[in-house]
């Protein structure tokens, strides 16, 4: 078996520098079935760090949270357990652990870019490494016609990373590959 992270955010912007208030990640197999482990936090908006000035929270990300079609996000992101930035960012490295490894986001310029920086300006060192940063949306554009199943509620970090890594599962049984790195 061959462990990926796939890692979805769930941030009060849309920038490269976004404020992160939610981390979801599922580990996979991209040639199984299933996830073998999951991860997700949020974080306490109430203990935010002092150079918040270097995070972006844009007025149409969180106008866009707010709209009555998020309210069950808003639920989801309620309920889910919060801490601190750092300590959600260490709890992360601490579940993902000592080796790097691949780790898809839905976007080459979204999720895995944003907790890099993330990790960056905090002065926390990013548990994989940049080689192994891979694009989720490549991939599932390779099969347009493939629909994405969803799995739970759509903006919950967890549940979005988990129906991304089933669904990648299921574009890599469709184009028949028999490896990925």
Partial sequence: MTTHVMLDLETLSTS???????????????LGDGVSDSFHIAVDLNQLP??????????????????????????VLASTPKTDLASALDGFADWFGNTSLPVWGNGANFDNVILRNTYNVLGLICPWKY??????????N????????????????????????LHMQKVIKHLNLTAVS
């Fill in 142 to 165: 390779l099969a347009p016609g493939l629909e994405v199943t969803g799995f739970g509620t759509l903006h919950s970090a967890l549940d979005d990373a988990i129906s991304q890594a």
């Fill in 16 to 30: 490269s520098d976004a404020l992160v208030i939610a981390i979801g990640a599922a580990k996979f197999d991209p």
């Fill in 131 to 140: 080689s192994h940063d891979r694009c989720y949306r490549t991939i599932k």
């Fill in 50 to 75: 002092n150079n918040l000035n270097k995070l972006e929270i844009s007025p149409s990300t969180v106008a866009w949270w707010m709209s009555d079609s998020r309210a069950e996000a808003r639920a």
